[in-house]
């Protein structure tokens, strides 16, 4: 049987278990350095995290996922990254990720979003409408991990750049 999972905006209450579900999230993922918890504190610390949700199981934080705006180079604004998103190692497998994501996304595009872009797995992020569009590029990492989703139907054209949160690493 699964636990319930409620989806909820971080409070400041919230930030310790933020940073120890990232690092414990990113602790043996080989791409990781991890700086993750990191790039979330100077998103947090620059006023650029647009959006941020944590998931609780039995009154308990065991996720969270974080949406900052992203800039391209065509102009086009009201896109977001969605990242870093992290789930407990114990309760990973079960659903939790999926929802915290499936509610990102809703809440950015009722807020006006016009779309999404994430460094990830194809194999995971496919389910959520992601796909790999040519013509959007992030320097520097492979296209094939490099992914998009519009909630209007239409993609920019250009280079992508996220924060410079994302360059954090103390």
Not at 29 to 58: C, D, N, Q, Y
Not at 67 to 84: A, E, K, M, Q, R
Request: aromatic content about 8%.
């Amino acid at each position: 049987m699964k636990t319930a999972v409620h989806i909820r905006e971080e409070t400041e209450s919230d930030i310790q278990a933020i940073s120890d579900i990232t690092l414990a999230a990113f602790m043996n993922v080989p791409v990781s350095h991890p700086t993750e918890p990191f790039i979330i504190h100077a998103l947090r610390a620059g006023g650029a995290l647009s959006l941020s949700l944590v998931a609780e199981m039995k009154d308990r934080v065991v996720g969270h996922v974080a949406f900052s705006p992203v800039t391209i180079s065509d102009g086009t604004t009201d896109w977001f990254g969605l990242g870093p998103v992290s789930v407990l190692p114990e309760v990973q497998r079960r659903g939790v990720g999926i929802a915290l994501i499936k509610e990102g996304l809703a809440r950015l595009k009722r807020l006006g979003g016009k779309g999404c872009v994430l460094v990830g797995d194809p194999n995971y992020y496919l389910r959520f409408g992601f796909s790999n569009i040519p013509d959007l590029i992030y320097e520097g990492v492979p296209p094939e991990v490099f992914l998009a989703l519009s909630f209007c139907g239409t993609f920019p054209t250009g280079i992508v750049q996220f924060h410079e949160a994302f360059l954090a690493d103390s």
